[in-house]
Nanobody, 124 residues
Framework: VQLQASGGGLVQAGGYLRLSCAASGRTFSSYTMGWFRQAPGKEREFVAAISWSGGRTHYADSVKGRFTVSRDNAKKIAYLQMNNLKPEDTAVYYC??????????????????WGQGTKVTVSS
């Protein structure tokens, strides 16, 4: 499967953005989808994950209550709605797909396919 992330940009603190991850291939609906981010000079970190059906989600503590992950299997798109953005959310955001449809992993090494990343900059 190929993934294409989009929706990043420059936003003021307190603002919002919605990232999209469009997938190609026929098996999107069977994958766990994850979102990760990498800030300058830092390691890539887990942000959120959603099960194949959308029925289960998991978030990093740093974004819980502000970010919402969702998916539309018919359109083959995963979303990350980011509200009340903070300067520390500034990073390149990546979507990823995991063929394991059972677990919602927070480890980036588990994911099988990656998008190219979309940059989010939050100004103070």
């Amino acid at each position: 499967v190929q993934l294409q992330a989009s929706g990043g940009g420059l936003v003021q603190a307190g603002g919002y953005l919605r990232l999209s991850c469009a997938a190609s291939g026929r098996t999107f609906s069977s994958y766990t989808m994850g979102w990760f981010r990498q800030a300058p000079g830092k390691e890539r970190e887990f942000v959120a994950a959603i099960s194949w059906s959308g029925g289960r989600t998991h978030y990093a503590d740093s974004v819980k209550g502000r970010f919402t992950v969702s998916r539309d299997n018919a359109k083959k798109i995963a979303y990350l709605q980011m509200n009340n953005l903070k300067p520390e959310d500034t990073a390149v955001y990546y979507c990823a797909a995991d063929e394991d449809s059972i677990h919602l992993s927070t480890r980036d090494t588990v994911y099988d396919y990656w998008g190219q990343g979309t940059k989010v900059t939050v100004s103070s």
